[in-house]
């Protein structure tokens, strides 16, 4: 083998790693679309799209300190209300839960490989609605006050 | 990961805020609550109010000058009755696992009888939703807490599940969770490896309702009383101020938030 000066064998070397990273970067656009986020059902979001995939894990943890601590409870605005705008349907009439790999949130989770540790506890789809019957028998809150303010009455005679 | 420069771009144009930086947001956030909730509140406008703070200031959350507490009417609890232990399964989405020694229990009836006379009494016990609840001394984390309104609950967010709160209650009213669960209640996350216990229906609470199992009994038997002890003029207190009631264990000092009256 000829002889080459150092220079030309860095260049060289610099041709064959930017035509490798070229060909890696077209290879990896062309072979990976990124994740399939589901469509949302609700109407709009407590923020814009972009926003919301920055700072959603900050605004849940905001939010869920308000609220387990200190009572402030907004309604539309806690993890129960992405889940259920967020909800994907199972075919059957029912959502799928986090254990399924069309879940909305686990969708990008596992595109990123970040652990989801929400869904542990909480509900990761809407409470179906057949599950309601088997609830108490939920008189309205204002009937039950009601019956309580009769309790109170009888006791005070 | 491809629309980066995208997202900072227009997040930088809308909000200038110190709350769009990417990297440090985190820490900001978190520094930002080291300070007082006030300083929340007055930077709630230009920062929180992308978060939840904004609107959170309309609800007012749990009151200071509010205590919740219970009252319940021994006299009129029936031994077979159990509705009001049903309807908090019901509610919060407990139920047996199958290993009677570990299940969850955050109410349960119990039978008490005098050996002499032989008289026996049927009553509720649940987190008793103490003043100065040893359930929050000995928390390692500080998930166990009590609300300004008096309403004890745990954190599952801090939770480790190390299980000293269960140690130190002298009612037994916190149980732990030993196996995973799926399909739990939008409005009470459980979860494997955290304790649990009476919440006093926190959410129905905090909506104006009352708790599930006083709901229940007022069909029944409406031997529990839900209200503001804090507040002379409730039903609760006036009852409480013109009857003899107890507290179980009312020598340990702890000061419970419910009380028996005909016990």
Not at chain 1, 50 to 71: F, Y
Not at chain 2, 134 to 145: E, H, I, L, N, Q
Not at chain 2, 151 to 170: E, K, N, S
Request: hydrophobic share 35%.
């Amino acid at each position: 083998m000829a002889r080459r000066s150092p220079f030309l064998r860095l260049v060289l070397v610099l041709a064959i790693l930017a035509i490798a990273g070229l060909a890696g970067i077209v290879g990896a656009h062309a072979g990976d679309a990124g994740p399939v986020i589901p469509k949302a059902t609700g109407g709009t979001c407590v923020a814009p799209p972009e926003e919301m995939r920055r700072t959603h894990m900050s605004l849940l943890r905001h939010g869920r300190d308000l609220t387990v601590r200190e009572g402030e409870r907004v309604d539309g605005k806690g993890l129960a209300a992405c889940v259920s705008c967020h909800a994907v349907s199972d075919g059957k009439g029912g959502a799928v839960t986090v254990s399924s790999p069309q879940h909305f949130c686990r969708a990008c989770h596992d595109y990123a490989a970040v652990k989801l540790d929400c869904f542990e506890c909480h509900a990761s789809r809407p409470e179906p609605s057949n599950k309601a019957s088997d609830a108490m028998p939920d008189g309205h809150p204002t009937a039950a006050v009601a019956a309580l303010a009769d309790y109170a009455r009888e006791i005070a005679r | 990961m491809t629309d980066r420069p995208t997202t900072c771009g227009s997040a930088c144009t809308c909000a200038p805020t110190s709350n769009v930086d990417p990297i440090d947001e985190g820490r900001r956030g978190f520094l930002g609550s080291l300070g007082a909730a006030s300083a929340m509140t007055v930077l709630a406008p230009g920062v929180t109010l992308l978060a939840f703070g904004g609107e959170a200031t309309a609800a007012p959350g749990a009151s200071a000058a509010k205590r919740w507490g219970l009252l319940i009417d021994v006299s009129k609890c029936t031994e077979g009755c159990s509705d009001c232990v049903s309807a908090c399964s019901s509610e919060h989405g407990w139920k047996t696992t199958g290993h009677p020694a570990t299940d969850p229990q955050w109410i349960r009836k119990v039978k008490l009888r005098d050996p002499k006379s032989g008289a026996t009494r049927s009553a509720p016990v649940m987190c008793q939703h103490c003043a100065e609840p040893p359930c929050a001394d000995v928390c390692p984390t500080g998930a166990s807490f009590k609300r300004a309104d008096g309403i004890v609950l745990v954190d599952r967010h801090r939770c480790i599940g190390c299980r000293y709160c269960m140690m130190a209650c002298p009612y037994k009213a916190r149980s732990f969770v030993h196996e995973a669960l799926e399909d739990q209640k939008p409005h009470a996350p459980r979860g494997m490896g955290t304790v649990e216990g009476c919440t006093l229906c926190v959410h129905r609470v905090d909506k104006g309702e009352v708790p599930a199992c006083v709901q229940a009994c007022a069909q029944t038997g409406g031997a529990i009383l839900f209200g503001d002890i804090a507040d002379p003029n409730s039903e609760i207190s006036k009852v409480i101020a013109t009857y003899a009631t107890i507290q179980i264990r009312g020598d340990l000092g702890v000061d419970p938030g419910v009380r028996y009256r005909n016990l």
